[in-house]
């Protein structure tokens, strides 16, 4: 009867936990930094920071009647037609020739613009010299990034380097290492000051269910299942249900400021398909081991030929390259011998295309 009821309420604080992730999560676009909203051709929308180069707009309304309307962004301290133009949300730099009501958009700033330099972000009728309606962006304005965290150091030979939030969904754990002898440890996600039964099960690198295996300094790349993110748990760590031990965890603070994911933002996971034209300009991290940094530029211009989408979701999957290359600093090597630290081993799945660093 007693453990009946210990499963009862191991389920029911289980089943709150993922209520809590679907009432939240889906509320996250990075950090605001203002709202379009005037009255001149119906302008509304707030505009939020996503990452150093993207601009995410929930809500956007526009009565598509501006003579030659588009989004400019700029450093100056006034906003006005001396900025730059920022591409559509289908990366076209022409005027928005059409009605928008309620919509979401993902904008991305041109290469060579980050939000450390630009000051507002405008929709402007260049016809007319007219600010229809624009966002001032502070300066040394915050915006989200990935976060490093402690590193993972416990019992069953557990170890890593320490830790990083890359977005709101996924973990970059380096150099990870365990013996893989527990019957079913897995990575394990919770609520509270410690890790216990009640967690959730977090898929292995593979996207895959199965108890560890045995790993010896190798860099894993985690998602979050489901709606879950880092907002709604507290820890994460390495768990044997069987014995419900904890075999190492590391604290995950309160309000991060990082990325959203792709899904947070409606974008569909990335899936390689080989009729794709996208999936020409895709490659796993194990490929780019020999690569310098200026074949890493020289993929920017091809990386121009996909869809908006597509561009996003490299954007998306360069945090996590960002993120490995920053574990590591080796002043005194090549550009091409520190590149060749910063691949990731074989066994990494996720295809990450080549884009440029971010700032």
């Keep these: 009867?007693?453990?009946?009821?210990?499963?009862?309420?191991?389920?029911?604080?289980?089943?709150?936990?993922?209520?809590?992730?679907?009432?939240?999560s889906n509320t996250y676009y990075g950090r605001l930094i203002g709202s379009l909203d005037s009255p001149f051709h119906d302008l509304r929308g707030d505009v939020y920071a996503v990452d150093a180069r993207t601009l995410f707009i929930k809500g956007f309304s526009y009565d598509g009647q501006g003579q030659d309307t588009v989004f400019l962004g700029g450093s100056s301290?006034?906003?006005?037609?001396?900025?730059?133009?920022?591409?559509?949300?289908?990366?076209?730099?022409?005027?928005?020739?059409?009605?928008?009501?309620?919509?979401?958009?993902?904008?991305?700033?041109?290469?060579?613009?980050?939000?450390?330099?630009?000051?507002?972000?405008?929709?402007?009728?260049?016809?007319?010299?007219?600010?229809?309606?624009?966002?001032?962006?502070?300066?040394g304005f915050d915006y989200p990034r990935p976060q490093r965290l402690n590193a993972l150091s416990g019992i069953h030979k557990?170890?890593?380097?320490?830790?990083?939030?890359?977005?709101?969904?996924?973990?970059?754990?380096?150099?990870?290492?365990?013996?893989?002898?527990a019957p079913d440890a897995f990575f394990w996600v919770g609520q509270g000051n410690r890790?216990?039964?009640?967690?959730?099960?977090?898929?292995?690198?593979?996207?895959?269910?199965?108890p560890l295996r045995q790993y010896d300094s190798k860099t894993l790349v985690l998602t979050l299942p489901g709606d879950l993110t880092v907002f709604d748990v507290d820890w994460i760590s390495i768990w044997c249900k069987a014995f419900d031990i904890d075999f190492a965890h590391i604290r995950i603070p309160k309000n991060l400021n990082v990325p959203p994911s792709l899904k947070m933002l409606g974008v569909a996971p990335q899936s390689v398909d080989e009729d794709d034209d996208s999936a020409l300009?895709?490659?796993?991290?194990?490929?780019?081991?020999?690569?310098?940094?200026?074949?890493?530029?020289?993929?920017v211009s091809a990386s121009r030929q996909l869809s908006p989408t597509a561009r996003r979701r490299n954007r998306i999957n360069q945090r996590v390259?960002?993120?490995?290359?920053?574990?590591?600093?080796?002043?005194?090597q090549s550009s091409s011998a520190r590149a060749a630290r910063y691949a990731a081993p074989a066994h990494l799945p996720l295809p990450i295309p080549l884009l440029r660093t971010v700032p």
């Design 158 to 181: 557990v170890s890593s380097d320490r830790v990083y939030v890359v977005d709101a969904q996924t973990f970059l754990i380096p150099n990870f290492t365990y013996d893989g002898t």
């Design 321 to 332: 390259r960002n993120a490995q290359a920053s574990t590591q600093s080796a002043p005194s």
């Design 195 to 210: 890790p216990g039964q009640n967690g959730i099960k977090v898929p292995d690198e593979n996207g895959k269910g199965e």
């Design 77 to 139: 301290s006034k906003s006005g037609a001396d900025g730059f133009v920022i591409p559509n949300e289908s990366g076209s730099t022409e005027k928005l020739s059409k009605s928008y009501d309620n919509q979401d958009l993902t904008l991305t700033l041109p290469e060579g613009k980050t939000l450390k330099e630009v000051r507002w972000m405008t929709l402007f009728n260049r016809a007319d010299s007219e600010n229809l309606g624009e966002v001032k962006v502070p300066s």
């Design 281 to 299: 300009f895709s490659f796993s991290l194990a490929n780019t081991a020999t690569l310098a940094p200026t074949s890493l530029n020289n993929d």
């Design 1 to 24: 009867m007693g453990a009946t009821l210990a499963a009862r309420v191991a389920l029911a604080l289980v089943a709150l936990i993922v209520a809590g992730v679907r009432a939240g």
